[in-house]
């Protein structure tokens, strides 16, 4: 054999070794753990399975993750063969593999969070009803089999959590009331054309043992664990730089994404305050942002404000070479489910890349909840303005997320349809944004009546940048300790351009998802990545086709979209 053939050889070696690896790790770990996501990409082998947060099922994880670790450390990639696909989907399992260890052994919210586990048997739940993947039968079958195990799972929460942040406890509070209203209605209404008596009646059972769990467990968080929960949310320096350095592949020093943060953040308040001096020159940008917010639809309304944007956003996209729009399919727009509802405003729920039969996709709007005063609710629908539904509808749906989605088909591999990076989904969803207003769109005869409402439209999405900005600073501040909740909440509202309502809830969010910076650091990325490519191909670019190109990568981090883009590894900032 040719020195030549011995060389493709052992290229294929590795490739085959690492497709073998990779495979196993998302069977028995991947997956084997954490079933509701097995459910959520399509894979239904795993729908009568639960999670299992017991000490015992937690130390067989680490130490699964440790030996997969080393598997994948030992395949050494050809690095002549040039086959970059394969290379960097090595890099991205062995980082998945590494963020894991660091989330069980480091940040350990199974010893923090109580709301993980009440969380954890909603989503269980609605992942099973969602989506019509199978026969009524069927699905409440893979139920049962789950809420079998629930009882349990809230038993292990009372061995697991010592000491938790009062913020969590109290997170899980406000949202256990909704959990146990979606038990008591929404999951047997779901399942309300299942034929079979036997099953339902079966069902009849283990759904009263999920509610009668739950208020115990509710019970037991204000009387018992509410008092003793004195814990620090914060993960520290070393744990959030090596979290994006893990799920992002960003390795920026901490002080350095401050300085990037702060001075995104005065960019877009300086914008914000030229466009509002334009609209009311005698009034302050304060006033103006007031008199923004107070435009906005009734709740009642709020759903159907959504689902009247995609005609023109589609319509704009597609005369204005945007980006492919590979389906005419519209998402369904409907009310964010209860779960979900302490911590987000608006979501995007697509089918999983394996899901052959449901494949609807659910646009998500948190309604005001009904116990708010008017006062409460006119301070919430603030965060629904005119400026920002247009905004919201860009960054879920088009071109954001949504359009995101119809593209991971075309995912070069198995590893990019499972595995993703925040700063290229929620990267890319927050760049489109600005990209669209910077294309046209929203000026009057293409999303706006006249040239006062563009304005307010541009304000819109300044106001959701700045609420971006908001979160990285708070993000990295508050997790190193040099920001407590209450200057968080203040920060959102006076350099974020936020309302009371908003800023509360984005707080929470902060204190358990400490690096939600990425949407403006990849949305950074995707700019300098763009304005590269122009330098690069000169006359030559396209915009569509550099949209099309970004998204026909899968959801990498930006380092890898970059690398495949212009064939190098520099700087991603």
């Known amino acids: 054999m040719s020195a030549g053939m011995f060389a493709s050889a052992a290229a294929e070696n590795w490739k085959q070794q690492f497709a073998k690896v990779s495979d196993e790790y998302f069977d028995q770990v991947y997956f084997y753990y954490a079933p509701t996501n097995g459910t959520m990409v399509g894979y239904h082998q795993f729908d009568g399975q639960l999670e299992d947060y017991s000490r015992k099922n937690i130390d067989a994880e680490v130490a699964a993750l440790k030996v997969y670790e080393k598997r994948i450390e030992a395949i050494q990639p050809d690095a002549a063969a040039g086959d970059f696909v394969p290379r960097s989907d090595r890099e991205m399992v062995l980082a998945n593999i590494q963020s894991q260890l660091l989330t069980l052994e480091t940040i350990r919210p199974w010893e923090k969070n109580a709301d993980n586990y009440s969380s954890t048997c909603a989503n269980a739940a609605f992942v099973l009803m969602e989506r019509k993947f199978a026969s009524p039968d069927e699905r409440l079958r893979s139920l049962i089999a789950r809420e079998k195990q629930m009882p349990a799972l809230l038993n292990e929460a009372r061995v697991n959590l010592k000491n938790p942040p009062r913020i969590f406890t109290e997170i899980a509070i406000e949202q256990l009331p909704d959990i146990v209203t979606f038990f008591e209605h929404d999951v047997p209404l779901a399942f309300a054309d299942a034929k079979d008596p036997a099953l339902k009646a079966e069902f009849a059972q283990t759904n009263a043992a999920v509610i009668a769990g739950l208020k115990s467990y509710l019970d037991w968080l204000k009387i018992d664990l509410l008092a003793r929960s004195n814990g620090d949310f914060r993960i520290g320096a070393t744990a959030f730089s090596q979290k994006l350095k893990y799920d992002e592949m960003v390795d920026i020093p901490l002080d350095k994404l401050l300085e990037i943060g702060w001075a ?310």
């Open 264 to 573: 995104d953040l005065r960019k877009n308040q300086a914008h914000f305050q030229l466009v509002a001096h334009e609209l009311e020159p005698d009034k302050t940008p304060s006033a103006v942002l007031e008199e923004l917010g107070e435009n906005h639809p009734a709740p009642g309304q709020l759903l159907d404000a959504f689902r009247a944007t995609f005609d023109s956003l589609v319509g704009f996209i597609r005369t204005h070479h945007i980006v492919t729009i590979p389906s005419d399919v519209r998402p369904i727009v409907e009310e964010t489910p209860p779960f979900m509802r302490a911590t987000t405003f608006a979501s995007m729920d697509t089918p999983g890349p394996f899901e052959t039969h449901a494949t609807e996709a659910y646009f998500n709007v948190t309604l005001p909840d009904p116990s708010m005063t008017p006062a409460q609710v006119e301070g919430y629908m603030h965060s629904f303005n005119i400026g920002t539904v247009i905004s919201t509808a860009v960054h879920e749906a088009y071109p954001g997320h949504y359009v995101q989605f119809l593209w991971l088909p075309q995912a070069p591999s198995k590893v990019r349809k499972i595995l993703g990076a925040n700063t290229d989904v929620e990267g890319w969803a927050h760049y489109t944004e600005q990209m669209m207003l910077d294309e046209g769109y929203g000026q009057p005869g293409a999303g706006a009546k006249d040239e006062r409402e563009a304005k307010f439209l541009r304000l819109g999405q300044l106001q959701d940048a700045l609420l971006r900005n908001a979160r990285f600073i708070v993000g990295i501040q508050m997790h190193t300790g040099t920001m407590t909740i209450e200057q968080a909440e203040e920060f959102f509202q006076k350099e974020g351009y936020q309302s009371k309502e908003t800023a509360v809830v984005e707080t929470k969010r902060g204190a358990g998802d400490p690096t939600y910076l990425y949407y403006t650091l990849g949305k950074l990325e995707i700019m300098k990545l763009r304005e590269d490519m122009k330098t690069k191909q000169g006359a030559a670019f396209s915009l569509e086709k550099f949209h099309d190109d970004f998204l026909k990568q899968g959801f990498p981090p930006v380092k890898i979209v970059r690398e495949a883009l212009l064939g190098d590894d520099s700087p991603t900032l």
